[in-house]
């Protein structure tokens, strides 16, 4: 191996930058342009964005604190839960005081879990967080007060109108995708600040080696929870917008499929600079609806998509764009 | 270095008293005594197995003692993570190297010198804040490369670095969280000549204002560094003493240099 592939590819290079700026774009004007069957497509790209939200919260953990956690779907379930129980059956609730207390409310069961796992390592974090998140999945699949297997509805849209101003109306497909676009980039732009942050090197520091982090005074501890919160909270908006758009949820949200999803949608995207995140959401939803389209033995295909992706590019989509860019020098 | 009161020359930073560590029915460390001293290099010697490395390990926390005492300032720190030892101003560098490999040199060192502000990790101001336009850390860390003879190798990846380099960073990172007691672990092992001389020159420079305990094998750095020598076998001390004192101890030719003497 090179030096050079030992290098996170934390810092985009500028054509990548540019890329993901352009991509974005596209994205954007995505809804001005007419087509036909135009409201399919602005719900699939708005559940990618949502897919690409709940990536971003796991690559905190995963490509930059080294924590692969197979139970993030939890927080996600959490917060799209929070939403249906909130929600009344007469009247839609706000957005403005919903979406943050369903985040803290995932935040604060990521912290309340966190506590336990974030003692453990290696093996043992993936073991104990799929443990965790198959208790709260059987929790709410055996119960039938929380729905059961059938999972529960959530009979509107949050309100967000400010000042009777109803310019916000989440029940419009493209007011719905760009507030979902408006948040995908704050949260990115959220995590790239934190990448590049104190708190991000320190985190980096504990992926890369985290004997010789304690070893010049860092209780480790404290950083690796914090991440956890944080990701779970993040998490948690996912879940809500994932509950809010499409208006009903059920315990696949936080089974053990939901959270192998995002692990691959990180790892597929390239992982730890949160941008690859976003891509491998993007991408792999792509897929998935490509092969689902082609035959209905799709898994098989995806698997073997994923095998071919890990052997060929296993830094990910991000990986091989970084190495387009470096042989055009 | 950052401390406010006029340190007395000769002062006890670090005493160990009878400690001890069991490891089932073997004593790796038994009853060991030692003080490090400001402006002093205590070197510790003795054959493979002689317990250095868990007596070093034992200092920094990295394994709790069976029995005994690690006092640091006055405080007791028998029982301190190597976290809080850290923070109350002991650095240790590690017999095999212990590097942020993927990092920079400058990223490595600036992690270090970063650990001194205390910020707790939840404290949003953290999340804000770009780390590389932390001007007072960037400059001690700045200090550190440049004590440690790195400067030019600033930007260079630390895996692809000489090792003799490594050892270096390691030292920088060390000294880049401003300790006052200094634990160093073999910092020569595996050095080539050139190397091994400016690592002893910037060992000399580094006496003043650290107490440092030196666990060495090289016995030419050893006598040119060391104040006062601890020789370890089999888990005890059985000597303790000036170089010419040890020199002349026979039991310690015996044991240990008696094949060199």
Known sequence: ????????????????????????????????????????????????????????????????????????????????????????????????????????????????????????????????????????????????????????????????????????????????????????????????????????????????????????????????????????????????LWAAQTGYVNPDLMGFHMSAHAIMMVILGGMGNIAGAIVGAFAFEYTLHLFKDTTKHWQLLMGCFIVLMVVFAPKGIMGLLVRQEEASK | MSTAVTPAKDEVLLSARDLTKRFGGLAAVNGVNLDLRRDRILAVIGPNGAGKSTLTNLLSGDILPSAGTVMMCGLDTTRYSPEAKSQRGLGRSYQKTNIFSSFTVWDNVRLAAQSRRRYAPWNPVQWFICADEQLSINASCERAIELSGLTARTNTVAATISHGEQRQLEIAMTLATEPQVLLLDEPLAGMGQAEAESMVELLLKLKKGHAICLVEHDMDAVFTLADSLTVMVNGQVIASGTPSEIRADTAVQAAYLGEEH
């Open chain 1, 1 to 240: 191996m090179s030096a050079h592939s030992q290098v996170p590819l934390e810092r985009l290079p500028r054509a990548v930058r540019i890329a993901l700026l352009l991509g974005g774009l596209a994205l954007a004007m995505f809804p001005l342009v007419p087509m036909d069957g135009r409201d399919f497509y602005l719900q699939m790209l708005t559940q990618m964005m949502i897919l690409a939200i709940f990536a971003m919260s796991l690559d905190l953990l995963q490509g930059v604190t080294g924590l692969v956690s197979l139970g993030h779907a939890a927080f996600f379930g959490l917060a799209g839960y929070s939403l249906a129980f909130l929600m009344p059956t007469d009247m839609p609730i706000s957005l403005w005081w919903s979406l943050p207390l369903t985040a803290l409310g995932a935040a604060l069961a990521a912290l309340i879990i966190g506590v336990f796992v974030v003692r453990t390592h290696g093996i043992y974090f993936i073991m104990v967080t799929m443990a965790f998140a198959q208790m709260i999945y059987f929790l709410f699949f055996d119960n039938k007060s929380l729905g059961g297997s059938d999972g529960v509805y959530v009979s509107f849209k949050p309100q967000a109108s400010i000042a009777g101003w109803d310019g916000i109306d989440l029940n419009n497909k493209v007011t719905f995708f760009y507030f979902t676009l408006i948040l995908l980039a704050a949260t990115y732009l959220f995590l790239r600040r934190l990448l590049f942050s104190p708190f991000g090197r320190a985190l980096a520091g504990i992926r890369t080696n985290e004997h010789r982090m304690r070893a010049i005074g860092y209780g480790t501890y404290g950083y690796k929870l914090t991440a956890f919160t944080l990701a779970g909270g993040l998490a948690g908006v996912a879940g809500y």
